[in-house]
């Protein structure tokens, strides 16, 4: 499953918020194996709930309103999973297995958390704007870092962290981890010194730049050379 390392509760002092989080209704399921590919069949999307000490129970949720959760609140929202009408879980949504080809929800892992203990999750940079040396000079955008791993209570834990790639106008500028824009309450534990994104000259640019140099280079020793004497007669 594409998902990061499981979430690491601290105990921290956290005010209650009223802030209201997605419900998905969820079932307990017994049908386990090859067989959920039935279930699938249905509408049905097979899931699992663990973490915090308890035991896992193997879930089962409707594949559309999970999608609509997903979409609107993102891939590691905070939620209240209601199992079989009981009382609210509050969960993250910590791992989606999807379809190779469909590009499908096929398997959720759902992450139990309480929401007075920070968690620590993997979460996605996404670049924003554009850059002068891609737009202009034909370079293109290297992201060597594509998550940040942070720590956080449950409902401060951003579902994504932008980052501005305008601030790329030349191939020698690097966005580092440092410089990224944190919301509050959130505890960077990414090396601050790892780069982020850079951009690198096209080949064309590159072979632009070899020429020149090599011209340059080679001016210098045309002047310098020696006049030819002219043969006496």
């Known amino acids: 499953m594409g998902h990061g390392p499981l979430p690491r509760p601290v105990a921290r002092q956290h005010k209650d918020t009223t802030v209201t989080r997605p419900a998905l209704a969820a079932h307990r399921r017994d049908i386990t194996g090859k067989d959920v590919a039935r279930l699938r069949r249905q509408g049905i999307l097979p899931a699992v709930l663990y973490g915090h000490g308890e035991a896992s129970q193997a879930i089962q949720v409707d594949a559309k309103e999970f999608e609509a959760i997903s979409r609107t609140a993102g891939h590691h929202a905070l939620i209240d999973l209601r199992i079989d009408g009981g009382r609210a879980h509050p969960a993250v949504i910590h791992g989606v297995q999807e379809h190779p080809i469909k ?117 210098p020793a045309e002047a310098a050379a020696p006049a030819e004497t002219p043969a006496e007669s």
């Not at 955008?141 to 980052?163: I, N, S, W, Y």
């Not at 505890?187 to 601050?192: A, G, I, S």
């Open 103 to 219: 590009r499908v929800p096929i398997h959720v892992d759902f992450y139990g958390v309480k929401l007075t203990e920070e968690i620590t999750m993997d979460v996605p940079l996404e670049p924003v704007g554009t850059s002068v040396a891609v737009e202009k000079h034909n370079g293109t955008l290297l992201q060597t870092v594509d998550h940040l791993r942070l720590r956080a209570l449950p409902a401060d834990m951003p579902q994504a962290v932008e980052f501005d790639i305008s601030v790329l106008d030349s191939f020698e500028s690097v966005i580092h981890v440092r410089d990224l824009q944190l919301p509050p309450r959130v505890t960077l534990l990414t090396d601050p010194d790892e780069p982020v994104a850079h951009v690198q000259p096209s080949r064309a640019e590159i072979e632009r730049e070899a020429a020149a140099a090599t011209e340059g280079a080679a001016a």
